[in-house]
């Protein structure tokens, strides 16, 4: 009983000293090492994350430059055509010369900012974009200006649109466009903006009136009094006064022509000064002391 009392005794002080000694220090080694644990799981984690985006930017840098290289170099997207769309005035041979596409470069070497500012040189050209089509074709799409009227000059006359903007010369009696006159600029080139009142006043004239007016329309006079007057292929004059209520006066201007052209007669001139107020002085073939 002493040997067992001893014994255990001796097994309880032992476990006693453990818990008060070893055995803490064995806890805490423990939770050091699996905190480590822990803590490495995430560690090892993220390194292999950041291993495997190197080798997805690697791979898709590889990726570019192969598909950049094929691109590049072959033979399906080279130039075979080149289209053009949205001229009228101007030739497809002259816009194709001042595009100035290579049939056979790659289609993804062209320069299409280079190629629009050289269309744009072109006066009659107004907007224009050019766009691939892949394969092999180029599609140069164009907005043009619309010439409005004739403006004289030293060596016969020049067009000009809406804008004022010097197209290119030309020769008189063009149909559709009548000669503005009592206007004086200074003329520089081709695409050069021309700057004066008075041929504002004239365009804006022109371009609202109604097509069927203009169709008819020789001359259209701007006065220094800034007073419209029109003249017509059939000799017509008529007086628009003030470039006011245009819209108005030009759908009476027709009226009266029809009439005028019913009748046949013979007139000095159409007083549409006032819109709502149209008059027409007729010529007196009357000789005196008839």
């Excluded at 060596?155 to 206007?183: H, K, M, Q, S, W």
């Excluded at 504002?200 to 022109?206: M, N, Y």
Aim: charged letters at 20%; aromatic letters at 10%; a neutral charge.
């Amino acid at each position: 009983m002493k040997l067992i009392g001893r014994f255990t005794f001796s097994f309880k002080f032992s476990y006693g000293q453990l818990s008060s000694g070893w055995y803490n220090y064995l806890w805490g080694k423990l939770f050091e090492i699996c905190g480590v644990m822990v803590l490495a799981g995430p560690f090892k984690s993220r390194m292999r994350q950041k291993r495997w985006n190197v080798m997805e930017s690697v791979f898709f840098v590889i990726i570019v430059f192969v598909s950049g290289f094929i691109l590049l170099n072959s033979p399906v997207f080279e130039v075979r055509e080149v289209l053009v769309r949205g001229n009228y005035f101007l030739s497809e041979e002259k816009i194709l010369a001042v595009a100035d596409i290579s049939i056979g470069v790659n289609i993804f070497k062209l320069k299409i900012t280079d190629i629009t500012s050289n269309l744009k040189q072109l006066p009659m050209i107004k907007e224009t974009q050019v766009a691939r089509s892949l394969p092999s074709s180029v599609v140069i799409t164009v907005v043009e200006r619309v010439p409005l009227g004739l403006l004289p000059a030293k060596e016969g006359f020049i067009n000009v649109d809406e804008d004022g903007v010097y197209l290119a010369r030309a020769g008189a009696g063009t149909p559709g466009l009548p000669v503005i006159t009592g206007v004086e600029v200074d003329l520089a080139g081709p695409g050069q903006v021309l700057e004066s009142e008075k041929l504002r006043t004239a365009l804006d004239v022109i371009k609202e009136l109604p097509a069927g007016a203009t169709a008819n329309l020789t001359e259209i006079h701007v006065g220094e009094d800034g007073l419209i007057n029109i003249y017509t292929t059939e000799g017509y004059q008529c007086r628009f006064g003030l470039p006011q209520e245009i819209q108005e006066k030009g759908k009476i201007f027709q009226q009266v022509l029809l009439e005028l052209r019913k009748q046949g007669a013979k007139i000095n001139y159409i007083d549409l000064s006032y819109a709502g107020q149209p008059v027409v002085y007729y010529k007196n073939f009357a000789k005196a002391g008839d």
